[in-house]
Every structure is written in C-alpha cells, then in structure tokens.
C-alpha cells in the first residue's frame, strides 16, 4: 500500500476483520494482496480525508497515510493505522506540533475540533477526524478552537503559529502546492487552493 491518498478500488467487506478497540473509528486489519494492513476505517461522502491528509505535506504536519475504497456499494476511507493511538494522560504531545495540527485543520476548514479530532502515530499528533458534510466551498470563514484547547496547548496567537507553518513562503506559492496535490486526487475541488489561502489571509 502507498498510503498516498489514491482510489484504490473495491475491497470485499470480509477482507476487513474489526478487531480491535475504536480510536474514534472502527480499526481493524484489512487483508489486501496477501497481505495485512492494520487499518482504520469510516464511510464518508467524498474524499475530502485523502486530500487532507496529503496536504500534510504544504504545512509540516504529521501525514497519517489514507486510500479511499469501494466496500458494499459506499465510499470508505482508510488509514494507515501502524503504530497509531489515541491520546492518552500518558502521552506527552509537543506544544508546538499540537499547535500546528489543530491550526492546520482550521486552515482546511473543519469547524468540529476537540480532543478526539486527533490520534498519535509513531509519537507525533496526526488528525484523523477530517470527514465533512457540508460544502467545502462555503468554509472561508474564521474558526475557533474551544477554550480547553486554547489553554492546554497555550495557544496565544494564530497569526504566530501560522507564519512559524509557512516557514517563509508566500500565499501564491503556497497555493501551487495545494494546486498540485488537489488535481492528483479531485479535480472537482478546484475551490479548495482559493478557499484555504483565503481563511489563510484572515487568520494571519
């Protein structure tokens, strides 16, 4: 598996055993090629997740790895659920990369953000809770994390954590990477470089 947030066809609803606690989805080890794949897994409306998750990239955030399937007729998502968790009292989570990952769903436009919006993969926070129902096109305006959040991660100023994610570069090149990575997996979401560039401006 590439984990590379490609469409990777219909996959038999047998070939996925649930086997295991759920870190906000069901996970389970889905048996594909051969082989094993440990797996966490939901049904969504669009790839919306895909695109997400490789957008990782344009903001150093931490990737967790998706495909999207066909299985019994709907569209699922899957995670790469190696080495993944959830967040526990147990586990120390960097302020900054705790930052940076919920500013980084801000910036995407998700409006629903709490503790069980992210998991912890080899000891890095990665989002995991990124399904969307409403349009895409019309969340351009600012969104707030809840004060629990704000005050455990110490988050003072957007702007702050937002410039420290850029590391320098412009809007205009910001968005030729999201351009690339949006027309490799959905050219339907062509709003979507405009739309987060937009919520970008505002924040900063």
């Not at 990477?177 to 560039?197: Q, S, W």
Request: proline content about 2%; overall charge positive.
């Amino acid at each position: 598996m590439k984990w590379d947030g490609s469409y990777i066809g219909e996959i038999v609803k047998s070939n996925i055993i649930s086997n295991e606690h759920k870190i906000v989805y069901n996970v389970g080890t889905l048996i594909c090629n051969e082989q094993c794949y440990r797996v966490l897994y939901h049904q969504t409306i669009n790839n919306f997740p895909n695109v997400f998750d490789e957008l990782t990239s344009v903001f150093g955030v931490k990737k967790c790895g998706t495909h999207s399937c066909i299985i019994g007729g709907k569209l699922f998502i899957l995670y790469d659920a190696n080495g993944l968790d959830k967040i526990n009292e147990d586990i120390e989570i960097s302020k900054n990369s705790a930052q940076e990952i919920y500013m980084f769903r801000m910036i995407l436009g998700l409006r629903t953000n709490n503790f069980t919006s992210i998991a912890i993969k080899d000891q890095y926070p990665v989002s995991i809770r990124n399904n969307v129902t409403e349009r895409l096109s019309e969340q351009t305006d600012i969104i707030h994390l809840p004060n629990k959040i704000c005050e455990k991660y110490e988050f003072v100023s957007y702007s702050k954590i937002i410039r420290r994610m850029l590391k320098g570069r412009s809007l205009y090149d910001i968005r030729i990477e999201i351009d690339t990575i949006v027309k490799r997996l959905n050219k339907d979401m062509v709003h979507l470089p405009g739309d987060i560039t937009s919520r970008i401006e505002k924040f900063i």
